[in-house]
């Protein structure tokens, strides 16, 4: 609102509530809906590492003109529409490591009693009217219209997906409830028969689950206007209350340069992704660059990200395997101290407005000491120290918490066997047994504390 940094204040003391806008359920959902999910999930668990209990709520937009065309055009209902891509949502979300901790995720058709009270509410202060079926906002009515997305209320044209009715008090008055059309769902109300309007969904579900006034509400920044815009004009002037205290909005996604949008044709389903790469690597590319900068979506930027991953993966891999051996006790004064600096480093990007970019950066940075540290010769008590670290900072990003199904036992049996082959001297044996491994996708490595592998 303010477009400044400002300290962060929850309403009840160690308590945040978190309302983002969610999908709606009529196709997959593409990179662009991806990266509000991913940044604002990862903010949910910066929260949860430092202490707050969290209610994060992602709604499901599951009535609306896509989900009806796209009946349709199925031959189905949009109940089953709904129900079909919800759960194509929750195969993408899981892949994309969102459902570590609980979210809500309401559907807007759960909640038409609550929604019709809210716009009766609107309608008894005369801020809302009814039109031949419909009800609309009277945008005049609201104090202040405009203050989040920066627009003057006089140059405001309809917006995307305000129906233009030229019977209208004000061409930027939007619609609240949809009088019934011929074959569409529609519910009873006071204003006849009909269905909510899309901006009124949010303000209803946000209010009953979380209050009529959340800590932080968040999206991609195509929803400041109308979408945010008009959640805080209906909902301020319902309840006389600050909607939310912190708005965050990311930037979009590009491709070789051109916002990522279905009207140019250049946009890639997380569905087609997960055919190329592991969907960690996505979560990971999103939370590459700060949240509200733009970040250009490409195969090579992929291709770089998976590389940074894996590296990530085989020092998790690499300390795991030192722990579980037998070597030395003891501590590295060295490596102790850039644990407790990098560690230091990585909370003051989170703090600094979710500096995912430069808190990534200090993973890397810890993943360079820790490799450093292992070449000299490990010390378990310290290796130990940064292995917690490493892995607790890596799961407030949500990532490294992939485990390959990989028989551990018979790897091990084979290079215990190596070992005995290289000790009798039997070097084409060993070497046989290396070239088995590496056929399927695990590399050796000796060193002084013993036999090493991982996965390629």
Not at 153 to 162: F, K, V
Not at 356 to 375: P, Q, V, Y
């Amino acid at each position: 609102m303010t477009r400044t940094k400002e300290e962060f204040v929850p309403i009840d003391e160690n308590k945040v509530r978190m309302y983002n806008c969610g999908p709606t359920v009529y196709n997959f959902i593409h990179v662009g809906n991806a990266r509000p999910l991913v940044v604002f999930d990862t903010l949910r668990r910066f929260f949860i590492y430092k202490g707050y209990d969290v209610d994060f709520v992602v709604n499901f937009t599951d009535i609306d003109d896509k989900l009806i065309n796209r009946a349709i055009e199925e031959n189905s209902t949009v109940k089953d529409i709904a129900e079909k891509y919800i759960a194509e949502f929750k195969q993408d979300a899981n892949g994309l490591n969102l459902y570590t901790y609980d979210t809500k995720n309401p559907r807007a058709t759960e909640f038409i009693d609550e929604i019709e009270d809210f716009i009766a509410g609107l309608v008894a202060k005369d801020v809302a009217y009814p039109l031949n079926g419909d009800v609309y906002f009277d945008i005049t009515k609201a104090k202040d219209y405009g203050k989040l997305s920066g627009k003057n209320i006089d140059e405001l044209q309809s917006g995307a997906r305000i129906e233009v009715n030229s019977e209208k008090k004000n061409p930027g008055d939007f619609v609240l409830w949809k009088g019934k059309k011929e074959g569409e769902p529609a519910w009873p109300s006071p204003w006849g028969d009909g269905r909510p309007g899309w901006h009124i969904e949010c303000s209803v579900m946000a209010k009953t689950l979380l209050g009529d006034t959340i800590d932080i509400h968040s999206g991609g920044e195509d929803l400041q206007f109308p979408h945010h815009e008009n959640e805080i004009a209906q909902s301020e002037t319902l309840t006389g209350k600050t909607f939310a205290n912190y708005w965050l909005h990311n930037g979009m996604i590009t491709v070789d340069g051109t916002k990522m949008s279905k009207s140019l044709g250049n946009f890639f389903t997380v569905r087609e992704v997960a055919k190329v790469f592991d969907l960690e690597v996505l979560r990971f590319f999103l939370l590459s660059a700060h949240y509200r900068s733009p970040i250009n979506y490409s195969y090579d930027a992929m291709e770089q990200t998976k590389a940074g991953l894996d590296r990530l993966y085989g020092v998790r891999d690499h300390m795991e395997q030192l722990l579980g051996n037998d070597i030395p006790g003891g501590r590295d004064e060295d490596l102790d101290k850039k644990v407790v600096e990098e560690k230091r480093e990585f909370v003051d990007a989170m703090e600094d407005d979710l500096n995912t970019a430069k808190a990534t950066g200090s993973l890397f940075s810890l993943a360079r000491d820790i490799n450093t540290h292992i070449a000299s010769g490990a010390k378990k008590d310290s290796l130990q120290d940064a292995y917690d670290v490493f892995m607790e900072l890596a799961g407030v990003l949500g990532i490294l918490g992939r485990r390959d199904e990989i028989d551990a036992s018979e790897i091990e049996a084979l290079l215990e066997e190596r070992k005995e082959a290289r000790k009798n001297k039997d070097f084409a044996r060993a070497d046989a047994i290396r070239d088995e491994l590496a056929d399927r996708g695990i590399a050796i490595e000796d060193t002084r504390e013993g036999t090493l592998w991982k996965k390629m």
